[in-house]
Structures are given as C-alpha cells and as structure tokens.
C-alpha cells in the first residue's frame, strides 16, 4: 500500500508562483512513477508532469517551460513547481503513484486557483 499527501495548494494571482508536495508513505521502494495530475472544473482529469524512478521527466505541452517536477528520496516527497501561473491552470491537483506492478495510487487532491 501507498499512501499519498499532496500540500501546496492555494489562491495566487496570474504570473505568480506555488509549490505543491507531494508526501509518499507506505511501501516506497515498489513505486516505480510518481506524477502529478490535475483537474479543472468540468473537464477530464489530465496529466501535469511525470518523473521515473531513473529521474526522467516529461510534461504535457501546455506547462513545459513554466512546470518542473522534482522528488527528494529522502524525505520521500515529490514536488511540483508551478511558475508564470495561468487562470488556465486552475484546477484540484493531484499526486499519483504507479509501482512496479502497474497498480496506481491518489492522494485527495490539493486546491490550486489562479486569479486573473
């Protein structure tokens, strides 16, 4: 089992900045992926950013350049560091992890809102 922390969220104006965490517990060492998703009101859930247990990465077109992300194994966190913030970017925001039998796990979602 994994269980999966996400923090950060919160209310910014356009341009700015937030940094989500994301905290692992549980059986660490089967995760294989750890991602962020995100959630906009009346849309599909779709893919932020993903980083592999190696430490590559890839994003989805509409946050490269302004989104990285990032995890410390020690503390066993995954980040996600949102720049030049968008009223586009507005959405619940989740973490998710897949481990080495391909069986996913979410944490409940943190509250990202961009002002305009």
């Known amino acids: 089992q994994v269980q999966l922390v996400e923090s950060g969220g919160g209310l910014v104006q356009a341009g700015g900045s937030l940094r989500l965490s994301c905290a692992v517990s549980?059986?660490?060492?089967?995760?294989?992926?750890m991602s962020w998703y995100r959630q906009a009101p009346g849309k599909q859930r779709e893919l932020v950013a993903g980083?592999?247990?190696?430490?590559?990465?890839n994003y989805a077109d509409s946050v490269k350049g302004r989104f990285t992300i990032s995890r410390d194994n020690a503390k066993n966190t995954v980040y996600l560091q949102m720049n030049s913030l968008k009223p586009e970017d507005t959405a619940v925001y989740y973490c998710?992890?897949?481990?080495?039998?391909?069986?996913?796990?979410w944490g409940k979602g943190t509250l990202v809102t961009v002002s305009s």
């Open positions: 980083i592999a247990s190696g430490g590559d990465t």
């Open positions: 998710n992890a897949v481990n080495r039998r391909l069986r996913d796990y």
């Open positions: 549980g059986s660490v060492f089967s995760i294989n992926i």
